[in-house]
Every structure is written in C-alpha cells, then in structure tokens.
C-alpha cells in the first residue's frame, strides 16, 4: 500500500520573540492546522520541535508536523 506524506512547519511570532526574547508556539494555528488536515483523512505520523537563530541574539521554535494518508 502507497503512503502519501506532507510537511507542515508552524514558526513562533517574531514580535514575542523580538521584545519578550521568547514567545510560544502558536497553540490555536496548531489546532487549526491539525483538525484541517484530519477532516480530509491525514494522520500525524511524526512531530518534532525545531529551534533556529534568528538575527544575532534570539531563537525562534518551530514546530514540524508529518501527516500520512494511504493512496
């Protein structure tokens, strides 16, 4: 059986980050996100939470999500 997989990456705001030095992810996108992607069949294979540079001095999280539908 074929697999069929997408990548959903949900980045932090850069205002948090820039003034508080940190912000959270955004938890209600992420729930969007999730419930779309479920309504049409995917299911959540992997998710991983990713911590880059930004500029000079911050970091900004991201959270990446795998989704996997069978074809």
Same mark, same amino acid.
């Not at 969007?32 to 500029?55: A, L």
């Given at each position: 059986?074929?697999?069929? $997989?997408?990548?959903?990456? +949900?980045? #932090?705001? %850069?205002?948090? *980050?820039?003034?508080?030095?940190?912000?959270?992810?955004?938890?209600?996108? +992420?729930? #969007?996100?999730?419930?779309? $992607?479920?309504?049409?069949?995917?299911?959540?294979?992997?998710? %991983?939470?990713?911590?880059?540079?930004?500029?000079?001095?911050? #970091?900004? #999280?991201?959270?990446?999500? *795998?989704?996997?539908?069978?074809?």
């Amino acid at each position: 059986m074929k697999k069929q $997989y997408k990548v959903e990456v +949900i980045k #932090e705001g %850069v205002l948090g *980050t820039l003034f508080l030095g940190s912000s959270k992810l955004p938890v209600k996108k +992420i729930e #969007e996100v999730m419930n779309e $992607y479920g309504k049409n069949g995917w299911d959540v294979s992997f998710q %991983v939470i990713e911590k880059s540079r930004m500029w000079l001095f911050w #970091e900004r #999280e991201a959270l990446i999500v *795998t989704f996997v539908k069978d074809i």
